[in-house]
């Protein structure tokens, strides 16, 4: 039998799906919007409007073309594309609307040109936002566009520049920004290349010497504070709108205070511990695949707060020699451990943990299969026909993202490693390498985008963690630790004489 031939898509030259109609709809609005932020202010003609409605609008579709092939899901991410157009309209929009308010002012003193004063206008702080709450990718193809529009808003070509090279300092300065203060830092370096930008401008222009260059750079000085001051003030409320998690707002789930992480270590103080190991396995991970290591990280400290209902059910948190699942049988036991991905979720939504992490904990078993409690169910069963391996499996899905595949692998990885009696590097690869291929196998990877090249790097990382937990100490000259009965000799007290 011959495989059939996968069909070929007809491509259709103006689909109006409704897909497309709003991705339509949108390019119209944000060009409006844009077309409205460049012509305010000017002597407006039909000509003038029609021409920059359609300069912007095309310089939209580059952007987009840019953005689907630098990121397939976008396409589909209509959330994205209007956090984009609104913080490229919105930048724009309020950069003209501060600079209608000192041109007021200037025009007003009379001595200043306003022309001068535009220096001072906010622009970093869209390149900045997007770098924070997006990436870095999408922050420079961001400026850029933003440096276009506001030289056809000044009819400037040198504004272009100078708005460019004020983004970019904006978005590179907070690439790893890990606290709100760093925000502040990166201010300060936008406001030291605005004021050189704007003295090699008036250079070029033959007024180094004179009021108009002390005017500009004082003018650009300005500009990094007031850019700092909106990106503090509107970086919460886009990450709230958004549902958008920044690295900031990572970085404070980090914090062990927490009040979730805090009930898991009186609650459930095994699976803390567990936790945290397997937050250093998946960081490191992170770090050597090129993920976000302080998400992989985070999601892995609370990728098992559903533990916190029934602790006592799961090993880690046993203290007994006798185990709770012993008098339960196999599908109860199962039923209880297959829970905690469940309790997890309903845990992490009530305490508004971000939309990724709360994705992670209900992946980070993917559907894998409970192994010991369906062989135990199949050795207590007579009738074999009856046990459905599907019952004993969790309910998945499979994790969707390279880091929620990375916390599954760790998870799994830390967990085993704690039955080795052997913790040589040798045995330690080997467990390794079986419980990976393992996941391969089962096809937990199936729905991510792992490398073959990522899996060894994976591994290697791996190994070197578990193999530094696990190393041996001498024992301390004098103290011989491994001698049971050192306590019960009698002391041999010097006795009063
Ligand atoms: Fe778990
Ligand atoms: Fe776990």
């Given at each position: 039998?011959?495989?059939?031939?996968?069909?070929?898509?007809?491509?259709?030259?103006?689909?109006?799906?409704?897909?497309?109609?709003?991705?339509?709809?949108?390019?119209?609005?944000?060009?409006?919007?844009?077309?409205?932020?460049?012509?305010?202010?000017?002597?407006l003609s039909l000509e003038l409007v029609t021409g920059i409605y359609f300069i912007v609008a095309l310089l939209l579709v580059i952007m987009y073309k840019d953005f689907i092939r630098y990121n397939p899901e976008i396409k589909k991410d209509y959330k994205m594309l209007v956090l984009i157009g609104t913080l490229l309209t919105g930048n724009l929009l309020i950069g003209r609307i501060f600079f209608f308010i000192i041109e007021g002012f200037t025009k007003w003193v009379g001595t200043v040109d306003p022309v001068l004063?535009?220096?001072?206008?906010?622009?970093?702080?869209?390149?900045?936002?997007?770098?924070?709450l997006i990436d870095?990718?999408?922050?420079?193809?961001?400026?850029?566009?933003?440096?276009?529009?506001?030289?056809?808003?000044?009819?400037?070509p040198l504004y272009s520049i100078f708005v460019f090279a004020a983004g970019l300092t904006g978005a590179f300065g907070v690439i790893s920004c890990r606290k709100r203060s760093a925000i502040w830092r990166a201010g300060l370096a936008v406001s030291l290349v605005c004021v050189f930008t704007s003295l090699v401008i008036t250079l070029s222009k033959g007024e180094l010497l004179s009021i108009a260059s002390l005017v500009a750079s004082s003018s650009a000085f300005l500009n990094g504070i007031i850019v700092?001051?909106?990106?503090?003030?509107?970086?919460?409320?886009f990450e709230y709108m958004f549902k958008r998690t920044t690295n900031i707002s990572l970085l404070e789930l980090l914090d062990l205070n927490q009040p979730l992480m805090r009930e898991l270590l009186v609650e459930a103080p095994g699976t803390y511990h567990h936790s945290i190991i397997v937050g250093n396995l998946a960081e490191a991970a992170a770090e050597a695949v090129g993920v976000n290591p302080l998400l992989a990280r985070?999601?892995?400290?609370?990728?098992?707060?559903?533990?916190?209902?029934?602790?006592?059910?799961?090993?880690?948190?046993?203290?007994?020699?006798?185990?709770?699942?012993?008098?339960?049988?196999?599908r109860m036991s199962s039923l209880i451990l297959l829970s905690h991905v469940k309790e997890g979720v309903e845990l992490a939504k009530k305490h508004n943990l971000p939309p990724m992490i709360v994705d992670i904990i209900q992946q980070h078993h993917g559907t894998s299969i409970q192994t010991f409690f369906y062989q135990k169910a199949k050795e207590q069963q007579d009738n074999i026909t009856l046990l459905r391996e599907e019952d004993f499996r969790y309910p998945g899905p499979k994790p969707q993202t390279r880091v929620a595949a990375l916390v599954l692998m760790a998870d799994a990885v830390e967990a085993a490693s704690r039955v080795l009696t052997d913790t040589s590097p040798a045995r330690v690869s080997l467990l390794v390498d079986r419980i990976i291929n393992h996941c391969i196998i089962d096809g937990q990877f199936d729905n991510c985008e792992l490398t073959l090249k990522d899996l060894r790097e994976i591994k290697t990382h791996f190994v070197y963690l578990l193999t530094s937990m696990y190393h041996k100490r001498i024992n301390y000259p004098g103290f011989d630790i491994n001698n049971e009965n050192i306590d019960k000799k009698p002391a041999k007290a010097a006795t009063p004489r």
């Open positions: 039998m011959t495989n059939p031939k996968p069909k070929d898509k007809k491509k259709v030259p103006l689909n109006l799906s409704t897909e497309n109609l709003i991705k339509y709809g949108l390019l119209i609005l944000f060009a409006a919007l844009l077309d409205v932020a460049v012509v305010l202010g000017k002597e004063v535009a220096y001072a206008v906010p622009l970093a702080s869209g390149p900045m936002l997007v770098a924070l870095i990718h999408t922050a420079i193809v961001f400026t850029v566009l933003t440096g276009l529009i506001a030289g056809l808003w000044l009819s400037n700092v001051t909106l990106v503090s003030a509107l970086l919460p409320l985070v999601s892995a400290y609370y990728h098992d707060i559903g533990k916190i209902k029934m602790p006592d059910y799961f090993i880690e948190n046993q203290i007994a020699s006798v185990s709770k699942h012993d008098n339960l049988a196999p």
